[in-house]
């Protein structure tokens, strides 16, 4: 079946330092991939997603590239706030619209020091 | 973005006892709401989706009689967690999404303990 796999955390970053949490996946068919973000006490919140292949993602100063021949969908941010730390879930679905559920990575939790 | 809010945001009870959460679509209409379920430092394993109006569909693995899912209106499913157990201690997340909102919004989850 459809499966995402992240890099393992607890990632810890310098502010504007660079940022890249890898994400991969596996799929039968051609999959939307969204990154999604929970902040301490907070519900997932949609950061970012792609539908199809070569679809750049990009929020907040976050990007991610839907890359079928790598079958990745890493989320890189060229520099970090304190405000970014959170954790980050790379995420599935089989269709583009919402009426799909997701099929989530672990997450990733990112500490940014100041 | 639109709010769902789930309630309880944690609840403690005895094993055998049943436990009922709340998943609201806040000011949405959600035909469609999802239930999911995280234990520590894993994943998000979605446990059932749930139509407006129609039966729970469950993942494999997921006891339908266990967890009872109802998505008796547009803003409210609710997810029963019967004769609870400690296995059953999670952490429950609903998602909802419907009409002209294409994406899911999430609760910020309930924290489940059974003694």
């Known amino acids: 079946g459809d499966s995402v796999t992240q890099m393992e955390g607890p990632v810890t970053l310098s502010e504007e330092a660079f940022l890249t949490i890898n994400c991969t996946y596996t799929?039968?068919?051609?999959?939307?991939l969204f990154w999604y973000v929970q902040y301490p006490g907070e519900g997932l919140q949609l950061l970012l997603k792609?539908?199809?292949?070569?679809d750049k993602g990009s929020n907040k100063g976050f990007e991610a590239t839907y890359r079928k021949e790598t079958t990745s969908f890493h989320l890189e941010k060229g520099s970090v706030q304190v405000s970014d730390s959170a954790v980050y879930f790379c995420?599935?679905?089989?269709?583009?619209?919402?009426?799909?559920?997701?099929?989530f990575g672990k997450g990733t939790s990112l500490l940014v020091t100041p | 973005g639109a709010v769902v809010s789930q309630h309880p945001s944690w609840v403690i009870c005895k094993s055998g006892t049943s436990v009922k959460i709340e998943c609201r679509s806040l000011?949405?209409?959600?035909?469609?709401m999802f239930w999911y379920r995280q234990f520590p430092k894993q994943s998000l394993m979605l446990m059932a989706t749930?139509?407006?109006?129609?039966?729970?569909?469950?993942e494999q693995g997921v006891e339908k009689d266990k967890f009872l899912i109802n998505h008796a209106s547009l803003t409210l499913s609710t997810l029963t967690v019967t004769s609870a157990h400690p296995e059953d201690s999670s952490f429950y997340i609903c998602?909802?999404?419907?009409?002209?909102?294409?994406?899911?919004?999430f609760g910020p989850g309930t924290r489940l303990t059974v003694l």
């Open positions: 749930s139509n407006e109006g129609s039966k729970a569909t469950y």
């Open positions: 799929a039968t068919g051609y999959p939307s």
């Open positions: 000011d949405f209409q959600a035909t469609t």
């Open positions: 998602s909802a999404s419907g009409g002209a909102v294409n994406e899911q919004f």
């Open positions: 995420a599935l679905s089989e269709g583009s619209n919402s009426g799909y559920a997701l099929n």
């Open positions: 792609a539908t199809k292949a070569d």
